[in-house]
C-alpha cells in the first residue's frame, strides 16, 4: 500500500498537496521563482493547455510549430508528450478540486470527505474535454491517470490523503485504517466509477461513486 507522506494540513491548501508531495522536472520549471529562465516552457505550457481545453489533441509537432521552433527545442524545454500531458492534466484537476471543496462548504468530517470526492468524480465525468481525451487515448489515458508512470495518481492520493487527515484525524474510522491507505482506497474507488467505461465497458456513475465513498467511510 503506498504511503505519501502528507505534508502537515496547516502547510498546504487542496490545491497545493499534489505538487508538495509529487512534483516532476517541468513543474518544478513552470513553478519557478525565476520565471525568465523558462518563459518558453511556460508558454508552451499554456498553449498545450488551451490546445487540451478546446478538445483538441496536443501534438508536439504542431505545438512547436504554433510556438515556431523546432521539436528539439519544444523537447528541451517542456520533456516529451507525457510529462506535458501530466502537467496539463493536473493543473485542470486542481480548480475542479477547489470547486468540489467549496461544494462540501458547511459539512465536516467523513461526510464532508465523500461529498468533496463526489463533486469531483461528478465534474471529471460531465467535463467535455476531458471525457474528448479519455475517448481519444484511452490506453494512454489509463497510464497516466491511474498509474505511477505519471505523477497525476500520486498527487491524487496525497490530497486524499490532505483531505483525510483534515477531516478525520490521523486515526480514521477509529483507527480502523491509517490515512494513507484510506485514501488510496478512495482515489481507487473515484477512479473506478470516473473510468468505468474504460476499465470495464460501462458507464461512468457519479450515483455509484457516492454510494461506495458513503459506504467506505461509514456515513449513513
Known amino acids: 500500500m503506498p504511503?505519501?507522506?502528507?505534508?502537515?494540513?496547516?502547510a498546504v491548501s487542496i490545491a497545493t498537496v499534489g505538487l508538495a508531495?509529487?512534483?516532476s522536472w517541468l513543474s518544478d520549471r513552470l513553478h519557478s521563482t525565476d520565471g525568465a529562465a523558462h518563459?518558453?516552457?511556460?508558454?508552451?505550457?499554456?498553449l498545450a493547455r488551451e490546445t487540451f481545453i478546446s478538445g483538441k489533441r496536443i501534438d508536439m509537432t504542431?505545438?512547436?510549430?504554433?510556438?515556431?521552433?523546432?521539436?528539439?527545442?519544444?523537447f528541451r524545454w517542456v520533456g516529451n508528450r507525457d510529462?506535458?500531458?501530466?502537467?496539463?492534466?493536473w493543473s485542470l484537476a486542481i480548480p475542479t478540486l477547489v470547486l468540489a471543496e467549496q461544494a462540501a462548504e458547511g459539512q465536516q468530517g467523513a461526510e464532508r470527505v465523500a461529498t468533496l470526492l463526489t463533486h469531483f468524480v461528478d465534474d471529471l465525468i460531465k467535463a467535455p474535454y476531458f471525457r474528448q481525451f479519455l475517448q481519444r487515448e484511452p490506453a494512454r489515458a489509463l497510464r497516466l491517470l491511474t498509474t505511477k508512470e505519471s505523477e497525476i495518481q500520486r498527487r491524487y492520493v496525497a490530497t486524499a490523503e490532505w483531505i483525510v487527515r483534515h477531516e478525520l484525524g490521523d486515526q480514521p474510522l477509529g483507527g480502523a485504517i491509517d490515512p494513507a491507505s484510506?485514501?488510496?482506497l478512495l482515489v481507487r474507488t473515484s477512479e473506478?466509477?470516473?473510468?468505468?467505461?474504460?476499465i470495464a465497458g460501462d458507464s461512468p456513475s457519479t450515483a455509484r461513486a457516492r454510494v461506495a465513498f458513503r459506504f467506505l467511510l461509514r456515513v449513513s
Open 62 to 74: 504542431a505545438l512547436a510549430t504554433a510556438l515556431g521552433v523546432d521539436r528539439t527545442s519544444l
Open 192 to 198: 473506478s466509477f470516473t473510468y468505468a467505461d474504460l
Open 39 to 46: 518563459t518558453d516552457a511556460q508558454r508552451a505550457f499554456t
Open 3 to 10: 504511503t505519501t507522506t502528507a505534508p502537515p494540513t496547516t
Open 182 to 184: 484510506l485514501a488510496y
Open 83 to 89: 510529462a506535458l500531458l501530466s502537467e496539463v492534466l
Open 21 to 23: 508531495v509529487a512534483p
